[in-house]
């Protein structure tokens, strides 16, 4: 079966430089999700969208910014990053029910 | 916002033996409950999940229990094999348009002896 797919794998930037994260969730998948989880730390809600239109925003700081696009896939955009930054990117879909997730973006700012 | 307290931190066991992990929520209006295994920089996997109008779920192995009075959820795993081995966590999620808003535990880390 299809599964939500993440790109790229890693990522490596230096600090204030900017990174995109896209998603491709499962076909047919209305909602996507965005996490993050820092080394040894829970995953961390940051931002859903639903039918391309933001639904929910959690922990997200303002140099971040996220979008759904007419063909369901989404990016996250980040921009200035520190070095705390450094974390897996998890996305999520689901259609009315329990979460999908990808196999996530390890991003290492330096 | 949901608060979600996840006891032990970690859990060693010999193999065969049972492991049981417990959560605690703060938010009275969540309602959906999962459980989810990751293994070191993979994805979280859905093991379990419960609505709040359950009492309690199985499958196979695994098992989880809901005290909504009491804000406090578990997981049980029965015969435990060393590919059980992994971090846990629970969730909270109030439903509805925020099914996938989750706040999660801290996470549990269960090793299993052979």
């Known amino acids: 079966a299809a599964g939500v797919i993440q790109s790229p794998r890693h990522l490596i930037k230096e600090k204030r430089e900017t990174a995109t994260l896209k998603c491709y969730p499962i076909p047919r998948h209305d909602t996507v999700y965005w996490y993050q989880q820092g080394p040894g730390q829970d995953p961390q809600f940051l931002i859903s969208f639903y039918e391309k239109m933001q639904s929910d925003k959690g922990s997200i700081p303002d140099r971040f910014s996220a979008q759904q696009f007419s063909d369901y896939h989404s990016e996250l955009n980040m921009s200035s990053l520190e070095l705390g930054d450094s974390a897996l990117y998890f996305c999520?879909?689901?259609?009315?029910?329990?979460?999908?997730f990808g196999n996530g973006t390890r991003l290492t700012v330096t | 916002g949901e608060n979600v307290e996840q006891h032990p931190s970690t859990l060693s066991v010999q193999e065969g033996d049972s492991a049981v992990i417990k959560c605690t929520y703060s938010?009275?209006?969540?309602?959906?409950f999962p459980w989810y295994k990751q293994e070191l920089g993979k994805r979280p996997q859905l093991i379990i999940d419960i609505r709040s109008n359950v009492g309690e779920k199985k499958d196979q192995r695994i098992a989880v229990t809901l005290n909504k009075t009491a804000k406090h959820f578990s997981l049980h795993i029965t015969e435990t094999q060393p590919e059980d081995s992994a971090v846990y966590f629970c969730?909270?999620?109030?439903?509805?348009?925020?099914?996938?808003?989750?706040?999660f535990g801290q996470g549990t880390i269960l090793t299993v002896h052979p």
């Open positions: 938010d009275s209006a969540s309602n959906y």
């Open positions: 969730a909270a999620a109030a439903g509805g348009t925020s099914y996938g808003k989750l706040t």
């Open positions: 999520a879909s689901s259609l009315g029910g329990p979460l999908h």
